[in-house]
């Protein structure tokens, strides 16, 4: 969506897309309109939340094999 409003090819506003979800952040690409910096912004919050919750899960997980052994 922020790619369509920056006029950014589909491969462009999947990498971007990428990058700022996972926070890397390398500043090749950057929204110049508002409503494009707002998405941004939207997509590092929901790449940051979804990354604490991969993690929760995965040490929920881990957890859960480690009790298990120890019986």
Sequence with gaps: MAGLREGWSLQESVYFSFVSGLTIGYGDFA??????????????????????????VVVKALTAVQRGSDE
Excluded: F, M
């Excluded at 110049?32 to 929760?56: M, N």
């Design 31 to 56: 929204p110049k309109t508002l409503i494009g910096r707002a998405l941004a912004i939207a997509i590092g919050v929901c790449g940051v939340l979804v990354t604490a919750l991969v993690a929760a």
